[in-house]
């Protein structure tokens, strides 16, 4: 089997590298970067010694496409993943369009010359603000959780938001190029007759990551909490008690070779992918976690509400355990604590990939 893996230097791409070969007997691997993400250039060399055959290119440019060869699968993990993209002066809402839209057309245009199946890696940022915003918490143990006492927004629960979750506008721009990327996807695999499967992720999270406050949050905030640099917890009261879940891309790596194995859909295209419940932590007890392990250090309050944030989101990923009979293995004690690891083996690391 021959795959190709856009944003394959970046954190996701190259886990995921590395986890289908170890799955997939006899993988072939192409891959495709930019490297414009800071630190990306670190992953092309382990790649290129375990076999990986890279190319240099840009998915936003239709020719990077004409010198790859036909491969069975494309999976589509380049992306600016910020929901902040577009707004946040770092970059424009044309750069963001074109590299998560218009990219993804150019790879379903390849995916279609070689039919191709095509597994896109999509985000929990399709869901609806307003009502993400609206599922009533309450505080407890320095956490948000879900008040199940009130009303709940279809498709949400104690369990987490689940794929019958609104996806009405508001999204954010990010938001908006993914779940039309998702539509596009589906209408390209419908049209010409290819599989596509679409996997709305968490936040995934593990050593090696380039994490940024905006993105990747959990590596980050250990790294800057070992490293003394500032931290805040940003709206909410300034409490750190808004919560997201993590599970590690070598879970994710396990659920694409089931898909890839399996071809094409046989119900549900779309399947949410993340840690869920078991997998979940505040900010807080997130800083208290660090603080057993480095030293204390306490975050800035912060109670100026920033634009798309949300005070709890959890990914109910039920839909896939029935399906694939997938679970998240690798719990998120031991995501952190191999987090930690590169945090003491890597004092540097923000340095490099900011």
């Known amino acids: 089997m021959k795959l190709l893996i856009t944003g394959i230097s970046g954190f996701t791409g190259n886990c995921l590298a590395h986890g289908l070969r170890r799955r997939i007997e006899g993988l072939e691997i192409y891959?495709?970067?930019?490297?414009?993400?800071?630190?990306?250039?670190t992953n092309v060399e382990s790649l290129r010694?375990?076999?990986?055959?890279?190319?240099?290119?840009?998915?936003?440019?239709?020719?990077?496409?004409?010198?790859?060869?036909?491969?069975?699968?494309?999976?589509?993990?380049?992306?600016?993943?910020?929901?902040?993209?577009?707004?946040?002066?770092?970059?424009?809402?044309?750069?963001?369009?074109?590299?998560?839209?218009?990219g993804t057309v150019n790879t379903l245009e390849y995916a279609r010359r070689a039919q191709a199946g095509f597994i896109l890696l999509s985000t929990s940022r399709v869901y609806s603000i307003p009502a993400l915003a609206s599922i009533p918490v309450r505080e407890s143990g320095g956490a948000f959780?879900?008040?199940?006492?009130?009303?709940?927004?279809?498709?949400?629960?104690?369990?987490?938001?689940?794929?019958?979750?609104?996806?009405?506008?508001?999204?954010s721009l990010y938001g908006a190029t993914?779940?039309?990327?998702?539509?596009?996807?589906?209408?390209?695999?419908?049209?010409?007759?290819?599989?596509?499967?679409?996997?709305?992720?968490g936040v995934l999270a593990g050593a090696g990551q380039f994490g940024t406050a905006e993105q990747g949050i959990f590596s980050y905030w250990l790294h800057a909490h070992a490293g003394r640099r500032p931290l805040r917890y940003i709206g909410f009261g300034g409490h750190g008690w808004q919560v997201r879940d993590a599970f590690h891309p070598d879970d994710l790596a396990e659920l694409l070779a089931i898909q890839m194995r399996r071809g094409a859909p046989a119900g549900r295209a779309i399947h949410n992918a993340g840690g869920g419940i078991a997998n979940s932590m505040s900010l807080a007890q997130l800083t208290a976690w660090c603080d057993s392990r480095f030293s204390p250090f306490t975050p800035a309050a912060d109670h100026t509400p920033r634009r798309f944030d949300i005070p709890w989101l959890v990914m109910d990923s039920r839909l896939a355990r029935q399906e694939f009979s997938w679970a998240p293995q690798i719990s998120l004690q031991g995501i952190l604590e191999e987090i930690a690891k590169h945090v003491r083996d890597h004092p540097n690391w923000l340095e490099r990939c900011l």
């Open 49 to 102: 010694q375990s076999g990986v055959h890279f190319f240099h290119g840009d998915v936003r440019q239709p020719s990077d496409f004409e010198t790859l060869p036909p491969v069975d699968w494309v999976l589509e993990a380049a992306a600016n993943p910020s929901v902040l993209a577009g707004v946040d002066g770092r970059s424009s809402t044309r750069q963001l369009l074109e590299h998560n839209l218009l």
């Open 31 to 41: 891959g495709l970067d930019n490297l414009s993400r800071r630190g990306s250039e």
């Open 145 to 171: 959780v879900v008040d199940s006492s009130q009303p709940t927004p279809a498709g949400a629960g104690p369990e987490g938001v689940s794929e019958a979750f609104s996806t009405a506008a508001p999204i």
């Open 178 to 201: 993914k779940l039309a990327s998702e539509a596009l996807a589906l209408e390209y695999g419908a049209t010409f007759g290819f599989p596509v499967w679409v996997n709305r992720c």
